[in-house]
Each structure stands twice: as C-alpha cells, then as structure tokens.
C-alpha cells in the first residue's frame, strides 16, 4: 500500500492524443493562479502559514476505518497522521522529496543491535493525548499487540510484527485474549519513553516499518475494539469532534497539542470536516468551485472530468499527473480451480488485452501498460516481459494464450471476477478483461463490492473466494513504505496469507519466493537487497499469479482555495494531508 523512488511529473498523451501540459518550474504561489500543470509534483503550490478556516474533504465511498490499527488505505494512512503519531513518517514533499523519512513520535531514528534483530526508539518528552495524559512507551506497545495480534478482531493491516517479532512462535493471542499484563515479551518498555523491539532476525528497513499508523498510540483503557474507530483517542494535532458512520467526520484542534514537540505538524485549519459518500462526479464539480479542497482517497477525478480538464488548457493548468509507485492488476486465484493450474495461469497472461484494459482505465495519461509486478518507480524495478502481446491492427493475438489453456486442459469454464463498485473505472477495467477471456473459453460475471469491504469480506478472503469460485480479482497496489520489500512481502509471501484484509489476494504461496523476500530483508546491503527484489519479481511472472495491467498513475485537480499543496510519491501520488491549509 505505500511508495519508493521519483514521481514522474512527466507530460502524458491521452488516449484522445491530447498532451498534458508539463510544470514550469518548481513551487507555486498563494495566489494559485501561476501554478502550472505539475507544479505541485515539483513544489508546493499556494504555500501558506494562514491559519483558520474549514478544509473540506470529500471520498465517494467510505474507509474500511480510521482506526489507524486497522487499515491498509494509502488515504488513510495519510489522513490519519493527523490525530495519530507513528514512531516514524514521511516528510511533507513533492514527489520524491515525500519519500524522505523521519522521525515522529521517536526522537530519532531506531538505533539497531544484535545485527538488526534489536532496535530501540525513545519517543519525545511532553506529548499529550487530547485529553491531557502523557503518551507512553506502553502505549505503543499496546497498539501493535492489538493491532498485529488480535486478528480476529483487528484484520484489515498488515501483520508484519506478527511474522517478525520473537512473540509469534510462542503463541501470543494478543491483549483481547491475554489475561496477563506482560503482553508482547518481544517488545519491552523500561521506562515509559523506551520500547526495545526484538526481532526473530535481523530487519535491515526496520525504520520504515514502524512508519505505519499501527505504531500510534492507542492508551488501553480507552480501547474499544473494533469499535475504537469512531472515537480514537489524538495523539496528534487534531481530534474526533463527530463521527457518523458512512456519512461524515469532523476533526478539531486538538488542544494539547504542542509544537515543541512536534516539528511536522503546523495546525493550520480550525476544523476539518469529511463527507462519505459523494459521488464521484460531485467531488469533481466541488472540487473545482472550490466548495471541497481534496478527494480524500486521491484517486484522481472520473474519465468524463478527465476529459474537460484535457481540453481546457486553464483547468490543466490545475492538474497533477503523478506516477505513485502503484500496479493496476488483475489477481488470479492460485487456490480455485482450474487456475491453481499454473499453465492455466499463463494463458489469462496472454489473453488479457491490455491495451484495452488500459483505454478502460483512462488512457495513457493514467499509466503506461505494464509486464512487472514492481512498478517502475520503485527501487529494484528491472524491464521484462515474459508474456509478450502481440498484435493485428486493433486485434490481440491469442496464439499464446489458446496454446497454454489447451495445456491447462479446462475446456469451456465460468468463474467470478471481483471489483470495487464505487471505483467505476476498476469496473470498466475488469469488463474489458471479461470480454478478452471469453475468447479462449472463460466466461466470467462480475462481483461488485464497495470499497469499504472489499477486503474484509470478499477479495482474497479464502472462504468467500472458495465458496464463491472467485477465480480473478481487480486491485490496485503501491507500496506499503517505498523499496522493494515493502511493495512485494504483503502480496507475495504467503505469510501474508490470512482469513480477511490480506493483500495477497492470489493466496500464493511459493517456498523460493518467501525465502528470497525472508533473506533480502535480513541483509545490510542495499544493492544486494534490490537485485533480489528484482529476482522475486521474475519468480513472481513466472508464476503467473498477478496480471500486471498498468503502472498507475493518478491525474488530480487541485483546488483554488486549499493551501500547501504537494503531490507525494510517500502516500501514491495524493496530496499530502498533513499541513494543507485553506484560503479563508
């Protein structure tokens, strides 16, 4: 779910043959209207230290949760530094200058030992939760133990410091379920600003690990499970006011909030409000008469908005056209017949037309067409492709593909394909690879499911996908922090694999490729750590487990009267939320 190397804020054709207009130059001004196409993947643009104001958020569904314990939305992540601070960050930057890291709530970077199976972090003096208690090392320490460790209640992050600390062997079930006090024995807090994390081996990108919001705070008696998500105690610069679930969010200042201790964070509106639910085509609309400042999931804007914006060289002028270290691909299930047939595999490789699934997308402008699971801005990217199209005028040569289900032996088959109903250009996509596959023998329907519960409930959830002969799913993916490992570990190794909320949507699990991504992790080099990222990715195609579609890239529209805007590679391509202000 997050990102690595440079944004490209580079001028992209559309499938109209239209140019986006590229960025002048760097920065912007607070006047916004010298800012160029671009501009915010170069700089800032409308910097500002106004205070005041209302910053409106709009997102056409709604999150699967703002607990930041219990989600895996690059969005979410993004929204939710705001009242929860991870040990680590990302800067607020432009492009690659956001993939930057830093320390939060940790005073500083984690110091390893014992060849990177320990590392230690001391969180800064004086922070406060919203109601004036201190924030403490155990703090942290619960929120992964409820977060990594309570699966059963708190699915839908990812479960690194499950598979890594020392704990999981023993059998820890976590804190819903242990009746002693000691908790985790792998995370030890001696005092209240010190957490001491031992490892089961070494951890070499340890420090980007802990960026992820389930090392916010989350003071126990407080905690209310699942539920925790409609009220989370702050530990940052804002708070809950309200929260009506499916329909809107409002944060405030948090008052105890303290610049002295935080150097991230500016606090510059005095309320930020989000509605759930709105039409895509609606967000556009406020978007541009500025009645909203941002589109919360940072998608970018729907295919008929697109088209105005290109054709309208003063709306251009407003838009950001970013590569945000993500895929757009198509997920084959390794665990449902007949494509737990590798050669069966193969042949969807072949016969996906991806021209036309990337015209579904949007064109050119909303990414090139790809052949590798790693992205191209991402660190350990090599170029290659072992499946080939070729091409007829406008027609895709099955050739390749009739060859291989004819080695798959399957005959003429239905199975199901899953994509997300509120993100209508994903629907496209998955019904342009339905009417590709029906020309070697696979008839396919389409399942639509919101956002909200596409992975809790229906993609990559082994009951439902089995019980449902879910053989194909839709997805979009970018790094969880930016290197190879933390684009490649959630979606390929099949420690990842568990009941709900996993991203390892194929359910692969491939012995050489979890113990290549086991020991590139462990090692302190970091060229010899991104040639075997670049190996993974080849086992990967040669398991045909992943469709790789395109390699996204998203075409936002800024809004006149939101401040200190910066398109970031850290949160895929959006705007970083952290200081955005708001033209009173």
């Known amino acids: 779910m997050r990102r690595s190397a440079p944004v490209a804020a580079i001028a992209a054709i559309t499938s109209t043959g239209l140019l986006l207009a590229g960025c002048s130059g760097g920065g912007g001004s607070s006047s916004g209207g010298s800012a160029k196409a671009n501009a915010a993947t170069q700089g800032i643009v409308n910097a500002s230290d106004e205070k005041g104001g209302t910053l409106n958020y709009e997102m056409s569904d709604a999150p699967e949760s703002f607990d930041p314990g219990n989600t895996y939305y690059a969005f979410v992540y993004n929204f939710s530094r705001l009242y929860a601070r991870s040990l680590t960050t990302f800067k607020p930057g432009p492009g690659p200058k956001g993939n930057e890291l830093t320390p939060d709530l940790a005073e500083s970077m984690g110091k390893p030992s014992d060849g990177g199976k320990t590392w230690t972090y001391k969180i800064r003096k004086g922070v406060k939760y919203e109601d004036g208690s201190a924030v403490t090392s155990q703090d942290v320490k619960y929120a992964i133990e409820r977060s990594n460790f309570a699966r059963d209640t708190l699915s839908l992050g990812p479960n690194y410091f499950q598979q890594f600390l020392e704990d999981?062997?023993?059998?820890?079930?976590?804190?819903?379920?242990?009746?002693?006090?000691?908790?985790?024995?792998?995370?030890?807090?001696?005092?209240?600003?010190?957490?001491?994390?031992?490892?089961?081996?070494?951890?070499?990108?340890?420090?980007?690990?802990?960026?992820?919001?389930?090392?916010?705070?989350?003071?126990?008696?407080?905690?209310?499970?699942?539920?925790?998500?409609?009220?989370?105690?702050?530990?940052?610069?804002?708070?809950?006011?309200?929260?009506?679930?499916?329909?809107?969010?409002?944060?405030?200042?948090?008052?105890?909030?303290?610049?002295?201790?935080?150097?991230?964070?500016?606090?510059?509106?005095?309320?930020?409000?989000?509605?759930?639910?709105?039409?895509?085509?609606?967000?556009?609309?406020?978007?541009?008469?500025?009645?909203?400042?941002?589109?919360?999931?940072?998608?970018?804007?729907?295919?008929?908005?697109?088209?105005?914006?290109?054709?309208?060289?003063?709306?251009?002028?407003?838009?950001?056209?970013?590569?945000?270290?993500?895929?757009?691909?198509?997920?084959?299930?390794?665990?449902?017949?007949?494509?737990?047939?590798?050669?069966?595999?193969?042949?969807?490789?072949?016969?996906?037309?991806?021209?036309?699934?990337?015209?579904?997308?949007?064109?050119?402008?909303?990414?090139?067409?790809?052949?590798?699971?790693?992205?191209?801005?991402?660190?350990?990217?090599?170029?290659f492709d072992l499946y080939p199209q070729k091409y007829s005028g406008d027609a895709l040569d099955l050739t390749e593909a009739k060859k291989h289900w004819d080695a798959c032996g399957a005959g003429k088959i239905s199975t199901t394909i899953l994509a997300r109903s509120d993100r209508q250009e994903e629907v496209d996509a998955a019904t342009s690879v339905i009417d590709s596959l029906k020309k070697i023998g696979i008839n396919a329907k389409i399942q639509q499911y919101p956002s909200s519960k596409y992975f809790s409930d229906y993609a990559g959830v082994p009951e439902f996908t089995k019980q449902n002969n879910v053989g194909l799913m839709m997805m979009q993916w970018g790094a969880d922090f930016p290197t190879g490992y933390g684009y490649l570990q959630q979606i390929l190794n099949g420690k990842a694999i568990g009941t709900s909320g996993i991203s390892n949507l194929s359910q692969l699990d491939n012995p050489e490729i979890n113990n290549l991504l086991d020991t590139a992790i462990a090692n302190t080099d970091k060229a010899a750590r991104e040639k075997a990222y670049a190996e993974v990715d080849k086992k990967a195609m040669e398991q045909a487990a992943i469709v790789p579609l395109t390699y996204f890239k998203v075409l936002n529209y800024r809004s006149p009267k939101a401040t200190n805007l910066v398109s970031t590679s850290a949160y895929s391509g959006q705007y970083d939320y952290l200081n955005v202000g708001v033209k009173k």
């Open 168 to 383: 999981n062997e023993d059998g820890y079930k976590g804190p819903y379920k242990d009746k002693s006090k000691e908790g985790l024995k792998s995370i030890e807090t001696p005092d209240e600003q010190t957490l001491i994390f031992h490892l089961k081996k070494p951890f070499a990108e340890f420090d980007y690990l802990v960026s992820a919001p389930q090392t916010a705070p989350v003071p126990q008696a407080k905690d209310k499970g699942a539920d925790y998500t409609k009220s989370v105690v702050s530990s940052g610069s804002y708070k809950f006011e309200s929260y009506e679930e499916g329909k809107q969010l409002t944060l405030v200042r948090n008052p105890q909030w303290s610049a002295a201790t935080d150097p991230l964070r500016k606090q510059l509106p005095e309320k930020i409000t989000l509605k759930l639910k709105v039409a895509q085509s609606t967000i556009d609309k406020d978007l541009k008469s500025g009645a909203t400042n941002l589109d919360l999931a940072g998608k970018g804007v729907d295919a008929q908005t697109q088209a105005q914006l290109l054709t309208n060289s003063k709306d251009k002028e407003n838009t950001d056209n970013a590569l945000g270290q993500r895929l757009s691909y198509t997920a084959i299930n390794t665990q449902v017949k007949p494509f737990d047939n590798v050669e069966c595999r193969k042949a969807v490789e072949y016969a996906i037309d991806k021209k036309a699934v990337q015209t579904a997308l949007g064109g050119p402008i909303r990414g090139d067409i790809a052949s590798t699971v790693l992205p191209t801005d991402i660190d350990g990217y090599q170029k």
